[in-house]
């Protein structure tokens, strides 16, 4: 408080009931802290299911024994040769792109925001497409070298070309809509020109999971924890920035540092999880939607909850993915859609009649 | 002096709003910036705030530059209320109010007694206790500038500026805000720079008016003084009476627009 003014006598004066303006916060606090503690149930259970369902199925039980090293030889290494890494690298691409997602709608203060938008996807497709097409024989590891590459790439040029005196969401949102155009062209301009490699390819860009193992689990899991991590310290700066650049400045927020910061973790995290998982579409735009609707716009809560329900959102449809048309593998990328799509829409129709 | 600018030059991009703009405001003056629309007034208002970087010149706030101070210390002194805030649909009042803490919180952000006394202080001085649930969103123009105006008290400022705080509010709403301006002018000693378009009000509320014209100071001085038909003919191109109430603050009514303006 500062000393020149009479505000330390005019608070005793005043008959402010501060306390019972503390306990109506907390109803609210409750609230959210339900809904977390909800996402992370379902979280949990997406987790066991999609570690347990498979063409052996092993009960939620022998699923957690298996992952404590409790159980016989044979779940034991179906859950930590295969099953286990898989469902470990979804929670992180789900709960990567669903924090990148919510952070670019926050600090663009857009709805339409998410890791496609700036740059990263197509910037990721291409880097992927180019040593698929143009270095066949390169080592495997190299595809999502070059896709990470491509995505902070698609990133830069997006903030680059935004970038005067200062960062317009608007301008930002438009870069990124030609750069990513212009990327995808690329893409296309090669999968035309080399039509042997265009089903990898095609595969890759749709995104999945299929055969990803611990050496992925390894390249994405400091990345998405890091960003998680900042993320989650940076709250409640996000939370002034969406009442609009000036007032956040007059609160103390370093408002370009910031942006810049915010939108750099967006992207390093979309841009790990699609170089492991490849173009996975819907999760970064509609789970941070979907959690704003359960319990509001505060950051401190949508950033965890977007989290684990990105995390459970991606399992689950993995897991769908592996079993639905069984012993083909869909995509997880169309899973995504037809699961988060409708939910979206039903969410948002029981709002507005509200 | 508890706020000073020297030698202003703004400039949005390439295109210079003001060349050269010095004054300096009192400890407990309130203060209104008057002008036509495009003479520099909100300009002027995010430079003090700095919120916009002047290409020259420089901010003083008790007699140091606000550019050399932390981004929190100036906001812990010096509180900002843009034109038309906008807040995210689910934001209460109370939450809107306890983002004003933020400068005075640690980096973790765990609130103190003091702090929720101050909140529950902003929400009873803006008579908003009431609605202290209610989404900033669903309350009504009066209301919703009220919360603006708590959210900026509990960063306990000693510098308030405030951006057309009255554009679109009707007259009784006006007042009230005007009216609570002026009594945390007086109970608190609170500095108050406005930007107003509302030439009688800005007369009526404030100690001293400063007129802006093409980005310069143009007149400035206590209303009952620079406030003539001469000052509004060169400055806003309009012919106006001016009359004088019984406590002698001047009113101007307009009687057309200046020939050749």
């Not at chain 1, 409790?70 to 930590?80: K, M, N, Q």
């Not at chain 1, 959690?291 to 990105?310: H, I, K, Q």
Request: proline share 5%.
């Amino acid at each position: 408080m500062t000393g020149r003014l009479a505000y330390a006598e005019a608070i005793r004066n005043g008959n402010g009931n501060s306390a019972g303006l503390l306990l109506a916060g907390r109803r609210q606090r409750r609230r959210q802290l339900a809904v977390l503690g909800v996402g992370c149930l379902l979280f949990l259970a997406a987790f066991t299911l999609g570690v347990g369902l498979g063409p052996v199925r092993l009960g939620p039980v022998t699923v957690w024994e298996a992952i404590l090293g409790r159980s016989a030889e044979l779940p034991r290494t179906i859950v930590w040769n295969i099953r286990l890494p898989r469902a470990l690298i979804g929670s992180l691409v789900g709960a990567g792109l669903a924090v990148s997602g919510a952070l670019l709608q926050g600090v663009m203060r857009n709805p339409l925001a998410d890791p496609h938008i700036i740059g990263v996807s197509a910037g990721a497709g291409l880097g992927a497409v180019t040593v698929m097409t143009l270095f066949p024989l390169a080592p495997p590891h190299w595809i999502p070298a070059a896709a990470f590459a491509g995505a902070l790439l698609g990133a830069a040029i997006v903030y680059t070309l935004a970038w005067r005196g200062g960062i317009a969401p608007m301008r930002m949102i438009l870069a990124g809509v030609a750069v990513s155009s212009l990327f995808s062209a690329g893409t296309s301009a090669l999968l035309v020109t080399h039509s042997d490699n265009v089903q990898a390819a095609m595969t890759w860009l749709i995104g999945g999971l299929a055969g990803r193992g611990w050496s992925h689990w390894q390249r994405l899991w400091p990345y998405i924890v890091t960003g998680v991590a900042v993320s989650l310290a940076s709250a409640r700066k996000v939370n002034l920035l969406l009442l609009g650049d000036d007032l956040a400045a007059g609160l103390g927020v370093r408002v370009e540092r910031v942006r810049l910061l915010l939108i750099a973790l967006a992207a390093v995290m979309a841009g790990a999880a699609v170089s492991v998982a490849g173009l996975i579409g819907f999760i970064g735009l509609i789970v941070p939607h979907l959690t704003r609707l359960l319990l509001g716009s505060d950051y401190r809560f949508l950033l965890p909850t977007s989290a684990v329900l990105g995390g459970a959102l991606l399992i689950a449809a993995d897991t769908a993915a592996r079993i639905v048309a069984d012993p083909v593998e869909l995509p997880v990328g169309i899973l995504t859609a037809a699961m988060g799509a409708p939910f979206f829409l039903y969410l948002l129709r029981r709002r507005s009649t509200r | 002096m508890i706020l000073e600018a020297r030698g202003l030059r703004l400039a949005y991009e390439e295109r210079e709003v003001v060349r050269g703009l010095s004054l300096a405001v009192g400890s407990r003056e309130v203060i209104s910036l008057i002008g036509p629309n495009g003479s520099g007034k909100s300009t002027v208002l995010r430079a003090l705030a700095r919120t916009l970087r002047p290409k020259g010149g420089a901010v003083y706030l008790h007699g140091h530059d606000i550019q050399t101070l932390s981004p929190g210390k100036l906001a812990r002194q010096l509180a900002i209320l843009p034109q038309g805030p906008e807040a995210p649909p689910d934001l209460t009042v109370r939450e809107l109010v306890w983002y004003g803490r933020s400068p005075h919180l640690k980096w973790w952000g765990r609130p103190t007694a003091t702090d929720a006394e101050v909140v529950a202080w902003a929400l009873g001085e803006t008579k908003l206790e009431h609605l202290a649930d209610r989404p900033v969103a669903t309350l009504s123009g009066g209301e919703r500038q009220r919360a603006w105006i708590a959210l900026a008290l509990a960063q306990t400022p000693e510098v308030l500026l405030l951006d057309e705080p009255t554009t679109y509010l009707d007259i009784s709403h006006q007042l009230e805000v005007m009216e609570l301006v002026r009594r945390l002018n007086r109970s608190l000693g609170l500095t108050v720079i406005m930007v107003l378009h509302d030439i009688n009000q800005a007369a009526r509320y404030s100690h001293r008016l400063i007129a802006l014209q093409n980005g310069r100071v143009v007149a400035e001085g206590e209303p009952a003084y620079i406030l003539t038909p001469a000052l509004l003919r060169q400055v806003f191109g309009v012919e106006a009476r001016i009359e004088y109430d019984v406590d002698g603050v001047p009113m101007y009514l307009p009687l057309g627009l200046a020939a050749g303006g």
